[in-house]
DNA sequence: CTGAAAGCGCTTACAG
DNA sequence: CTGAAAGCGCTTACAG
């Protein structure tokens, strides 16, 4: 009703100006008086006058937003809590800076696709956050064709334009299978997920090579889809096995919850019989019983950084890679030392 | 580096007519030839021109984008999976009609407050979605003031210009007294959400009077900001005080589940000795042991129903309410006769 | 049914 | 240091 009756040009008039002097003013361009310009802004100020996003996009070519487009299931998306913390954490930074996030949900990576070329063919943002990093990602040549500038979270395993702000995640996988070696579990498992996504993929590597490291034999692996009921099956069918391990390093919490119930569905006590840990620390995590074992991301920080960073490279052309602390180990209540050990000991 | 070559003048050139034809041809205006609508937009598709978003939203003063913002802390957004559901189900709607989603995600109500200002001074939405209604909502006067179309979820008690899409969640809650009434409880508690949100008074009273319908008597009743930890809280004080409850009725899911941590941890077995319900049916709940019995909520469709509802305003200036098919009871495994009927029933 | 022109509200060379 | 003009790419009365 009220917004957007007074533009550039009353202020002008009023202020006894030129536009072209009341833009130079707003943005701090060379070329005016450090007196006009302060006349031009109070001016701007009294009028009550807020420039037009909508002529700025114009005649910039820019969208002062920035886009964040996820590619999974309702379902599953809804038990990630990595997605609602990424994105207050980019929120945090956006709002100080006049910037919007544009956010786009489709359940399939065609999709994704589409997605993507709808958002430049609108000119909907300035830039992407590029999440779930896939081996040999298609939409790194896909935005790179697009000219639609990027920021990726963390490296991606190719050559890639973009830079990339990473949290390491090695670290706390091995410290969990560490863990677990020293209060003397020796069938240690793993309920990974996707392989085809580089931190699923990662986090397998790097619980073999912990195994390796502490001179236990190779321990089985699940691959999954990151969900809780794949999680769910992964931990049915090692548990109900032959030789059961006593121990299971999950990939993500939501997986490690799921585990939770099946073991007490089986009748197996957690820790006593079975130790789990799980990855992300999600809010549910200390409130599940025993409360979970688990390493804790950031992803409020990885937020922000990301957004710093897409920030930076959209306004100066080039920003520089970051490295967050890496993830790490949160011991709680979900593993002990395995039964023999224990009643050997007693 | 390819988009946004091609301009409208393009296409007029090429056709031959003027680029004012051309806009009506696109936009299906009256007062062109069925011939030459046809022939211009032929050329359009063989020049490969996508008319530009922010020349049309600065003559037509649209933004072809819908707005939502959630005021939240990170954790608690993080385990709550109505977002991001209720997203995926506008976004269902908007790729398809060429239309974004902008989100806001921000810490607190004076925060919200600003953030719908901002929206409405950079004009970066042409209609918001208006969840979690609160008594007394001081968002519906100031989306009033502001012009800014809406859609509620859910219908405000006060006069509200705005249409609402609801979906009603007292039988649910009214089922699930009743159910565990009819499994012989008489000592129902109920952790409420706040009193503060409209759908957090509402299940409360619900339950009250699912109660009194049953004849039992008025059970306690213990509020919270529907957080995890407040769920695992509420659950402490009610299972370690005198004449504890044989049942508890909770108002989400998240702290049903966290409540389930707190009888493990205190040796109180579940179902056996103390029944549970929860609200929303979240993709944990049937994976946690035992399944929560809870009730379903649907997200996504509720998602559908409002973009649809929101995008008619915005069109024709006019849409109905509209009442989504009320949430219902599942039953699952962790709610069951109480310890002492069982009892004396072997 | 069709064209030429003005306008949306900014920014940006280009002159002075 | 400052002004006047053209341009961003559409839409929309207004004439014909």
New binding site residues.
Partial sequence: MKA?????????KRA?????????A??D?????????SRILAVAGDLG????L????????RSFALGLVVARNPEVLGSDPFFPSFIAGVESILSDRGQALVLSVVPSAEAEFLSYRQLVADCRVDGVFLTDLRHDDPRIPLLTELGLPAVTLGRPEGPSPFPAVSIDDTPGIAESVTYLAQLGHRRIAHIAGSSAMLHGSRRRDAFEAALRRAGLPLGQTIETDFSVAAGSDATRRLLTQEDAPTAIVYANDPMAIAGLGVAHELGIRVPDELSITGFDDIDFSRYVYPPLTTVSATPVVWGRAAATTLLTLIETGAAEDVDLPAARLIIRGSAAAPAHTRKSAT
Avoid: H, M
Wanted: without cysteine; aromatic residues 4%.
């Fill in positions: 957007q009756k007074v533009t550039i040009a009353d202020v002008a006894g100006v030129s536009k072209g002097l009341v833009s130079f707003l943005n361009r060379p070329g005016v008086s450090p007196e006009t310009r006058w807020r420039p037009s909508r002529a700025r996009s114009l005649s910039t070519r």
